[in-house]
């Protein structure tokens, strides 16, 4: 069956007030138009913000409580229509290039052993509306102990990480996949996200599946997309962010059991008791 350009795009919400006009509007200047967009809200405090969007094209809303990334995006995945060819994860913090979606999906078109592909994430400051100058990610990977991290974050955005490659794993903030392999990597639980991770380290999860039923996951340098991360300007992230995140790992490892497991409990226990 000869694939087409039809791409879905999944944005989850929460409190997104601030950043979803901007996001949305970086889909609008897409040189590939997606073919629909679908908003998920979990749980926002107020969702008034959201209530026009479902008046703008192809753009769908679901409304669900807080039931976290995972479930959210699972929910718009759910929703998608049988002709869609390709899958976007997006965050609304998230802002594409005009180039970015067509790159990333005329790369999945020519190279049918690859499930999904990643780009190169710069930072944006959302209070003075511009880059940072500085990466956000260019592939996630992990150190020898087993911590997983976003290669690059924090580093001159310059020439380096300029050629294509395969990664072990690629953030969330801009997923675009090859849906038949989604459809097969969810098959055996039903769903694409695992529906035990609330927040962090779902999208790594995900694509230890992905490589597990042989998929190649790929980082394309010139696949441009500026991110804001969920906790802005300020230089540590809170500590129920960070008690999370620890807690998200202690999950991955249970699900994927390795030696790595030694890491994730001292780190946990580093977070939570000594608030590090």
Avoid at 68 to 93: E, H, I, K, M, T
Avoid at 99 to 110: F, H, N, P, Q, T
Avoid at 223 to 236: I, L, M, P, S, T
Avoid at 260 to 276: D, E, F, T
Wanted: with cysteine; glycine share 8%.
């Amino acid at each position: 069956m000869e694939l087409t350009r039809n791409v879905a795009v999944i944005i989850v919400t929460h409190n997104a007030e601030s950043v979803l006009p901007h996001c949305l509007a970086s889909l609008r200047a897409q040189t590939l138009q997606p073919a629909s967009v679908v908003l998920v809200d979990s749980g926002s405090d107020n969702t008034d913000y959201l209530e026009s969007y479902g008046e703008q094209g192809p753009i769908h809303v679901l409304f669900e409580e807080n039931i976290g990334f995972s479930r959210a995006n699972n929910c718009g995945y759910a929703s998608l229509q049988s002709s869609v060819d390709f899958v976007l994860f997006l965050n609304p913090d998230a802002f594409p290039e005009p180039e970015s979606i067509e790159r990333a999906i005329d790369y999945l078109l020519v190279h049918d052993d690859v499930g999904c592909v990643g780009g190169r994430l710069r930072g944006f400051d959302q209070i003075r509306q511009q880059p940072t100058g500085l990466l956000d990610s260019t592939g996630v990977f992990r150190k020898w102990y087993g911590c997983w991290y976003d290669r690059g974050q924090g580093k001159p955005d310059d020439s380096r990480y300029n050629r294509p490659e395969d990664v072990p794993a690629v953030c969330g903030a801009f997923l675009a996949c090859r849906k038949t392999m989604l459809d097969q990597v969810g098959a055996a639980a039903g769903v694409v996200f695992d529906p035990d991770f609330f927040l962090y380290k779902e999208d790594i999860e995900l694509c230890l599946r992905i490589r597990q039923c042989k998929w190649r996951i790929v980082y394309l340098p010139d696949v441009h997309v500026y991110h804001c991360r969920g906790w802005g300007n300020r230089r540590r992230i809170p500590y129920q962010q960070r008690l999370v995140a620890a807690g998200s790992e202690l999950l991955l490892y249970r699900k994927h059991p390795s030696i790595y497991m030694v890491w994730a409990l001292a780190k946990y226990g580093l977070v939570r008791w000594l608030r590090l």
